[in-house]
């Protein structure tokens, strides 16, 4: 049996992938520069934590991520449906990122930290929300 690539789908599919970031992205520089201006100080992802979160207020002990929409999995029962190219790979792939989120947040919150999840469309469609959200658990660990 001879396997056919479409090679066309492959470089696009290169491409796409040359452009994704791990670290420093667009909508993670968007709520840091923010909450900097706001004047609230940071670590950008922090390796001391589980997860290395992209920003961590370890004033207050908040770890927030910034998660991609395809990679951590939203409404992923819908989309696991739509996959198509390479499907078992991405299931797989996609699945696993769920369960270390998962586990990343129950170690975080044992040490006594709060965990925010804010995915790149919520940030980018509204931010001004995600900032608030911020503030409301600053204020919560500071009447403490």
């Known amino acids: 049996m001879k396997i056919r690539y479409n090679l066309k789908t492959d470089i696009e599919t290169s491409k796409r992938m040359s452009k994704v970031h791990l670290k420093r992205g667009e909508i993670e520089d968007d709520i840091a520069l923010r909450l900097w201006h706001d004047g609230i100080r ?4 922090y390796k001391k934590l589980p997860g290395s979160p992209d920003i961590a207020i370890t004033k207050y002990k908040i770890a927030i991520f910034a998660d991609g929409e395809f990679w951590h999995g939203y409404n992923w029962e819908n989309k696991k449906k739509q996959l198509k190219h390479n499907r078992e790979y991405w299931i797989n792939k996609i699945e696993t990122n769920i369960k270390r989120d998962r586990k990343k947040d129950l170690e ?4 006594g930290w709060i965990t925010l999840h ?3 469309k919520m940030i ?4 001004d929300y995600c900032i608030e959200k ?3 658990y600053i204020r919560s660990k500071s009447n403490i």
């Open 42 to 45: 940071y670590r950008r992802n």
């Open 118 to 120: 804010f995915w790149g």
């Open 108 to 111: 975080l919150h044992k040490m």
């Open 134 to 136: 911020i503030k409301f």
């Open 124 to 127: 980018k469609n509204h931010p």
